[in-house]
């Protein structure tokens, strides 16, 4: 990840250039954390082990402290399956999230994601409440060399959109069926209402695969309570994290995961259509603290 002007890099780099473990050590780890936004209690909790590691050891080494630091993020991370299940064929995946997390860009470097691995795409077009959504998404499709159903009429009904992008995938051949949702309605109800009719249908024509929850690293906190109706009642199974641009925010990938027991699965970390990945927690703990 490229540091931002703020890192977790650089701050534990300068921390873990002193010549002891100090308490000032603590209270500067406990900032660093925080302010990455791994939020109060997974750095309460991260703290407290490495704290109880050092006493065991007996090392008064910040070197020390830095493996500690990064075995214990490893660890952390490790407890969730980050797997995208994607075997059946076709493997339909269902993206949600409030509008403005980068749903829409997300979708389209997904499609190249999963072409990088030989894997034939194809997007169904079912936010159709938003004018500008399916243009949007065209244009992502086709920067990901993918293919799109559009609706065949404006305000077409989301569920039957998603009922033609299955039925195209069938009669394609095609492997991955991607299917864009809405962000938002008037009420709560009627977005959750939507999205049990979309699983309805598409559940009547193949099962689905995933549905991934797309998230705002920059909202932090913020980004989950906003989505706390789609955790609660769209059966997500897995998270994206979009715009985690450096180090600054990357706690929140482990505190939105330790907050809603549900794996993150993908990692937007840049505007390009290749920047988004897979997570890998072994990885990404590295790039936290290295």
Partial sequence: MADSPWSLVRALRTMFAAPEITEVTWLDLETALLTADFGPATTERIIDDLREKVDRYRTTDPKDLHRMLKESLEEHFSKFDTTLKLTERPAVVLVVGVNGVGKTTTIGKFA????????????????????????????????????IVRPQQEGQDPASV?????????????????VDTAGRLHTKEGLMDELSKIRRVVEKQAPISEVLLVLDATTGQNGVMQAQAFLEHAGVTGLVITKLDGSAKGGFVLAVQERTGIPVKLLGQGE???????????????????
């Fill in 112 to 147: 190249k994601f999963l072409q990088r691995y030989g894997r034939s795409v194809v997007v169904g077009a079912a936010d159709t409440f938003r004018a500008a959504a399916v243009d949007q998404l065209a244009t992502w499709a086709e920067r990901a060399g993918a293919a």
């Fill in 162 to 178: 998603a009922f033609q992008t299955i039925d195209y995938a069938k009669r394609t051949g095609t492997e991955i069926v991607i």
């Fill in 272 to 290: 390009g259509i290749g920047d988004l990945t897979g997570f890998t927690p072994h990885v990404f703990a590295a790039s936290l603290v290295e």
